[in-house]
């Protein structure tokens, strides 16, 4: 049974940081792309971030691009977003996803997590 569980979510004012673990089990984790989409109330869910089977290669959507760092540990199978420099546009559902390839569209993704509230308070 595939799960992906998301944690580290949670309240922050803006300028802060915070950390989201992904732990993924019932699947080749080092054959996958994980990744990370975000849902915002009454909008579409939008890509952040994604890292490839190695860790050598990451994408990031513009909007969080300098602040945002993925990584992801293999020996743990599991995946890793820091978030730097919040701003209060930041404020969604969290979501943690995992793919056979890179996309930055949402159906491409075989497998999605339960979500994690972020909330960044200006």
């Known amino acids: 049974q595939v799960q992906l569980v998301e944690s580290g979510g949670g309240l922050v004012q803006a300028g802060g940081s915070l950390s989201l673990s992904c732990a993924a089990s019932?699947?080749?984790?080092?054959?996958?792309?994980m990744g990370w989409f975000r849902q915002a109330p009454g909008k579409e869910r939008m890509f952040v971030a994604a890292?490839?089977?190695?860790?050598?290669?990451?994408y990031y959507a513009s909007s969080v691009k300098g602040r945002f760092t993925i990584s992801r540990d293999n020996a743990k199978n599991t995946v890793y977003l820091q978030m730097n420099s919040l701003k209060p546009e930041d404020t969604a559902v969290y979501y943690c996803?995992?793919?056979?390839?890179?996309?930055?569209?949402?159906?491409?993704?075989?497998?999605w997590g339960q979500g994690t509230q972020v909330t960044v308070s200006s």
């Open positions: 996803v995992a793919s056979t390839r890179y996309s930055v569209v949402p159906s491409s993704y075989n497998y």
């Open positions: 019932g699947f080749t984790f080092s054959r996958h792309v």
């Open positions: 890292i490839g089977w190695s860790g050598g290669s990451t």
